[in-house]
């Protein structure tokens, strides 16, 4: 009996640990020029490079459903070029780029239902 009490306590255990280590759920596509999520559970951070040319515009649209998001487009280590923190409404940008490279899109997220979308658009 107690054999039996204790595989189903640790059954319990594990599928509530599961429930609760969500940290994405949604979709994800992102390649040189693109990087576009839509999300239900948005709980932790993902990143994608676009390579980029002088000229070049990054189109960020961001929707806020719950939660909050913050966003970061970096080119190596050197100052972020876009930096917003805490982000909890909808918005759309644009990021003109000075210098060619690879450019890295950080987004993070805290318990948020949304989407993102960031586009390379050349001039």
Not at 43 to 65: F, M, P
Not at 98 to 106: K, L, M, P, Q, V
């Amino acid at each position: 009996m107690k054999k039996f009490l204790l595989i189903g306590c640790a059954l319990a255990l594990m599928v509530s640990l599961t429930a609760c280590g969500t940290k994405f759920d949604g979709s994800r596509t992102g390649n040189d020029s693109e990087f576009i999520m839509e999300y239900s559970v948005l709980d932790t951070t993902d990143r994608q490079d676009l390579i980029v040319e002088s000229g070049d515009t990054i189109s960020g649209k961001i929707i806020v459903n719950k939660g909050s998001l913050s966003i970061k487009i970096q080119k190596d280590e050197e100052e972020p070029i876009y930096e917003n923190n805490e982000i909890s409404a909808s918005n759309e940008f644009d990021v003109e780029i000075d210098e060619s490279g690879a450019y890295t899109i950080e987004v993070t997220g805290k318990g948020a239902k949304g989407s993102v979308s960031f586009i390379v658009e050349s001039n």
